[in-house]
């Protein structure tokens, strides 16, 4: 590796020239050094526009202040395991990054340390033979449907078309949720490397189907996914509409008959041809307070049985017709960038009271902490039908299936544009408001739609399965001390 190279990695020692014994290299500095003699500067950056691009690029302008030590842009699994390997041999700390799109602050990239970025594994193929679809982790859903579409099949990844595919570790909705099931329980086999750069392959039927399980809701705890091979959803061509629905905005005086219509239909509905998930906004600094619904049903109309109390509720515009699964795929972009933001999570069983309490809860928030520093903030409402665990096509997932319809709630801080300030007496706020609006007894909580201070795991059916499984993936804890993510194992 060059001098001038070795210099520029971030901590790195200083060079003299007739120096015997030199100080020895931070751990991240001596493995960036090392992947670079093994893996080439091609793949190993620690400076210029592709190192610049991958680190500003995260969604959250928080996670894009981070300046890791170098970045890794593997081609193959077994490059993964060369930078593993050196990582955990060295002790240095680690990220992973797939789309970008966490919310939370430090999970997709570091400081001191390597980031992994999957932008150069982007394949994506059908086998029409097994129905099975070939992913690689740096694709985002779009363009992975797009490849897919022509085949008349689909992944059902997320409902923002610049989502990447950590999604499937976080469990994964979509607006067909309630009929194809969480997006990661349509997953057939993972190929994992493991902190020690171990690659293996998890399936729900092999000597690792209780790695598969823990990853199908894990995050990025378990192990470095390098390939998906995924059940395909015979969704059809993108001129076959086989659904009906888009969007309804509301003004935000409409905000509490929504509620009310919400908690009616989480707690009536259980047809899995029905999909809904609405935005309550709660405040927004650019006065448009409106509420935006999703409504879809697989017909050729939305039946008043079903939706008929959110239709009768007075709203300032509509945009439903026929849609492909494809349009329903592309309908929400998510790919706004430049903003901090924070998510918060819980899940709520419950009477329209109840609903009501937490909103109102939310409101207090905002209306006390919200000026100046954020510029919206949302509740965002998604409906977790029965259905949606039996439909799984391999198994049970990490969360465990609680048996009861409910809501999955997510609360939406952003603050404003380039500002990369995060008040402490925000954030403290923030935590407190999650605090007295906690998941109803025996509820899952989202992880991907929650606060990295929640612990998630404590909300999932099996913990001692969960712990038990990291301890035999992962016996020195290295992945729990060297990289940000959930916390509890
Ligand atoms: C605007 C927006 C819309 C969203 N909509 C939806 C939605 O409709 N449905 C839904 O389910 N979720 C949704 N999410 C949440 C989203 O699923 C998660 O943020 C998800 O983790 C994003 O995956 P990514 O690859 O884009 O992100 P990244 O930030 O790159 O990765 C997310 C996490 O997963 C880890 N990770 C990624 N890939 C791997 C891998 N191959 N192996 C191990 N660890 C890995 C990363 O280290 C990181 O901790 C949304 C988020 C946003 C911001």
Redesign the pocket.
């Known amino acids: 590796m060059p001098l001038s190279t070795l210099s520029s990695l971030a901590g790195a020692l200083i060079l003299t020239p007739v120096a015997l014994s030199q100080p020895a290299l931070a751990p991240a500095a001596s493995v960036c050094s090392s992947l670079w003699d093994t893996l080439g500067s091609t793949l190993v950056k620690s400076s210029g526009p592709q190192y610049n691009a991958t680190a500003a690029g ?3 302008l928080f ?1 894009s202040l981070d300046h890791p030590t170098c970045i890794v842009y593997p081609q193959t699994a077994s490059d993964v395991q060369v930078a593993m390997k050196s990582i955990y041999e060295q002790g240095a700390r680690y ?10 602050i430090g ?2 990239s570091v400081t001191d340390g390597i980031l ?1 970025s ?1 932008e150069n594994m982007t394949r994506v193929s059908y086998d029409a033979d097994t129905n099975w679809i070939s992913l690689q ?2 694709l ?1 859903f779009s363009d992975a449907e797009i490849v897919l579409e022509p085949h008349g099949v689909a992944i059902i ?4 078309t ?14 067909a949720a309630p009929l194809y099931g ?2 990661a329980d349509r997953i057939a086999e993972m190929d ?2 493991l902190v020690g750069g171990e690659l293996i392959t998890a399936s729900a039927t092999n000597e690792h189907s209780d790695l598969f399980r823990a ?1 199908k809701g894990g ?2 705890r ?5 390939e ?1 091979r995924i059940y395909a959803a015979k969704t059809g061509r993108k001129d076959e509409k086989r659904w009906y629905g888009g969007s309804i905005t509301y003004p935000g005086s409409a905000n509490q008959a929504l509620l009310n219509a919400t908690v009616n239909y989480i707690n009536n509905v259980v047809d899995p041809n029905a999909g809904a ?1 609405i935005a309550l906004n709660t405040f927004n600094i650019s006065a448009s307070d409106a509420t935006i619904l999703y409504v879809f049903y697989l017909g050729n109309n939305l039946p008043q049985h079903i939706f008929g109390e959110f239709l009768s509720i007075s709203s300032t515009s509509q945009s439903l017709s026929p849609l492909s699964y494809f349009d329903m795929a592309f309908l ?1 972009p ?3 960038r430049g903003n901090g ?1 924070q ?1 918060g999570g819980s899940s709520w069983l419950g009477d329209q009271g109840m609903f009501l309490n937490g909103y109102n809860r939310f409101l207090d928030f905002t209306a006390a902490f919200a000026h100046p520093h954020l510029v919206a903030s949302s509740l965002i409402i ?1 409906p977790i039908l029965v259905s949606q665990w039996e439909a799984s096509l391999s198994g049970p997932n990490a969360m465990g299936n609680p048996g009861v319809p409910y809501a999955s709630i997510n609360f939406d801080l952003t603050y404003a544009p380039g500002d990369a300030f995060r008040p402490e007496d925000v954030d403290e706020g923030f935590k407190s408001m999650l605090a007295e609006t906690p998941p109803s007894h025996g509820l899952p909580l ?4 929650s606060n990295a201070s929640q612990d998630v795991f404590e909300t999932y059916a099996d913990l001692p399965f969960l712990k038990a499984t990291y301890a035999k993936y992962d016996p020195t804890r290295f992945n729990m001390e060297h ?3 959930p916390i509890g194992l």
């Open positions: 995260t969604w959250n996670n990220a992973v990054q797939a789309g970008g799109h966490s919310a939370m999970w997709n992994i999957f982790p740096g985002r990844g997320g409902r923002a610049d989502v990447g595919v950590g999604l499937l570790l976080g469990g994964g909705l979509n607006f969480w997006s994992v490397v990853l995050a990025n378990f192990g470095i996914v390098t998906f998930v929400v998510g790919n706004a933001q998510f998604s989202f992880i991907s739609e990289t940000d993510g």
